[in-house]
């Protein structure tokens, strides 16, 4: 069955560094665009970045654009997010997503369980 | 900067029939948008329902449907059972950036 796990959420102070992983399995991990999304405590979800199945085609949110970035490893099936020159209002639940993106289907599908941010000095 | 707007809360008796609709600030949605819909429990990760207007997951239960309507994205729940309560978020395909819906709190009483 498909999973998708995250790690490398913490506590890191405002200007600080955090890369987090996500890792893939029961899917063929290099087929497939993967997405990052986050949700700040008692608020509704943000999408944050998606990355196509090479790596080749990149997007970023604006609020992000600049201090982070998405890459993949298609060898290791998983997903990373550098997250530079952190500010408070990063703080928030990260979930990665199985993505799909064609001229006919666009879906988030598979979602992992999430990994908590907290930037605060 | 895009916004996309849901109704921020809906309540429905149980068996009744629910639609949360999803308006963008940038016009009529249309099936270019792509639009898919999220159900979220408190304390879980969001769940996927639908994509590409109308299509279902194969988990998706058979109550819930998408559609378009009067411009807007369309979630119709028939038939709400008590486990359907919960928040609710369309999102939309911007062709290379995605936006997610505000929200809506849907209350079964």
């Known amino acids: 069955q498909v999973q998708l796990v995250e790690s490398g959420g913490g506590l890191v102070k405002p200007g600080g560094s955090l890369r987090l992983s996500c890792a893939a399995s029961?899917?063929?991990?290099?087929?497939?665009?993967m997405s990052w999304i986050r949700q700040a405590p008692g608020k509704g979800l943000e999408w944050v970045s998606y990355?196509?199945?090479?790596?080749?085609?990149?997007y970023y949110a604006d609020s992000v654009k600049g201090r982070f970035t998405i890459s993949r490893d298609n060898a290791k099936n998983s997903l990373y997010l550098q997250m530079n020159s952190l500010r408070a209002e990063d703080t928030a639940v990260y979930y990665c997503?199985?993505?799909?993106?064609?001229?006919?289907?666009?879906?988030?599908?598979?979602w992992g369980q999430g990994t908590l941010v907290t930037v605060s000095s | 900067q895009t916004v996309v707007t849901q109704e921020p809360s809906l309540t429905v008796s149980p068996g009744g029939t629910v639609t949360l609709t999803c308006a963008s600030s940038?016009?009529?949605?249309?099936?270019?948008?792509?639009p898919n819909w999220f159900q979220q429990k408190p304390g879980q990760a969001p769940r996927a329902l639908i994509y590409s207007t109308s299509n279902k997951h194969s988990w998706t239960p058979a109550r819930f449907s998408g559609s378009l309507l009067g411009g807007k994205a369309a979630l119709t729940l028939s038939g709400v059972q008590p486990e359907d309560e919960a928040e609710y978020y369309c999102?939309?395909?911007?062709?290379?950036?995605?936006?997610f819906g505000t929200g809506t709190k849907v209350t079964v009483l």
């Open positions: 999102l939309l395909y911007y062709g290379g950036a995605y936006v």
């Open positions: 940038t016009g009529a949605v249309t099936s270019g948008y792509y």
């Open positions: 029961g899917f063929t991990f290099s087929d497939y665009y």
């Open positions: 997503a199985r993505t799909e993106i064609t001229m006919i289907v666009v879906a988030l599908d598979y």
């Open positions: 990355i196509s199945s090479s790596g080749s085609t990149i």
